[in-house]
């Protein structure tokens, strides 16, 4: 029998902390301390103002996670504050999917940006967000554990 492969998001439960955190660790904090252990996965999964979203993997009976991202959101605007997608998984429009799913809940919750850093020499991930419409707003010398440069980026969005 084929075995079929498909990707739903869903919301985060407590019981993903340690791959999203191990996910934080791998893909996004390299070389930097690491910030988003899974205590602090867990706060954020249950914190009220932030949505963390995971991208599963349903491979036939097998299922994993592939991806994830998170959102605080604020009155007006919301940050995004992590987002990462397994290496083997990548250029499918996994992050695409994500990102727009959140974008749409914080326009729907009034938010009218959002904003987030990246370090500035992830340059896949400038381009991804800037396909999104993001724009590099401010240079951020240092911004990373006092050593490492980052880019703000943030995409606007107008009340209907
Ligand atoms: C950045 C990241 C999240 C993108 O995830 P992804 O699922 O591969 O992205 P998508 O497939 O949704 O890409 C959508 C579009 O973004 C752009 N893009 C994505 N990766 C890119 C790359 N490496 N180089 C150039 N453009 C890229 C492309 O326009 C792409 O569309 P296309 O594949 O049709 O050309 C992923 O590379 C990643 O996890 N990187 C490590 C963690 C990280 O940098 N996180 C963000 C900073 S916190």
Same mark, same amino acid.
């Not at 963390?52 to 996670?65: K, P, Q, S, Y």
């Not at 974008?103 to 919750?109: C, D, S, V, Y």
């Given at each position: 029998m084929t075995e079929l492969t498909t990707c739903a998001l869903r919301l985060a439960t407590v019981k993903d902390a340690k791959v999203l955190a191990n996910m934080s660790r791998h893909y996004i904090e390299q070389g930097l301390d690491w910030r988003w252990r899974p205590e602090a996965l867990a706060r954020q999964i249950?914190?009220? *103002?932030?949505?963390?979203?995971?991208? *599963?993997?349903?491979?036939? *009976?097998?299922?994993?996670?592939?991806?994830f991202a998170a959102m605080n959101y604020r009155m007006e605007d919301a940050t995004l504050a992590l987002l990462a997608v397994h290496p083997r998984l990548r250029r499918k429009g996994i992050a695409r999917r994500l990102v727009k799913w959140l974008?749409?809940?914080?326009?729907?919750?009034g938010c009218e940006k959002i904003a987030l850093q990246v370090r500035a020499r992830n340059h896949p991930a400038r381009a991804f967000y800037r396909g999104l419409g993001y724009r590099e707003t401010c240079y951020l010398p240092r911004y990373y554990d006092g050593t490492e440069a980052a880019y703000q980026m943030e995409v606007l969005f107008?009340?209907?």
């Open positions: 249950n914190d009220p *103002e932030t949505v963390v979203l995971v991208a *599963e993997i349903r491979l036939g *009976e097998r299922r994993f996670l592939g991806g974008h749409k809940t914080a326009t729907t919750a107008t009340r209907q």
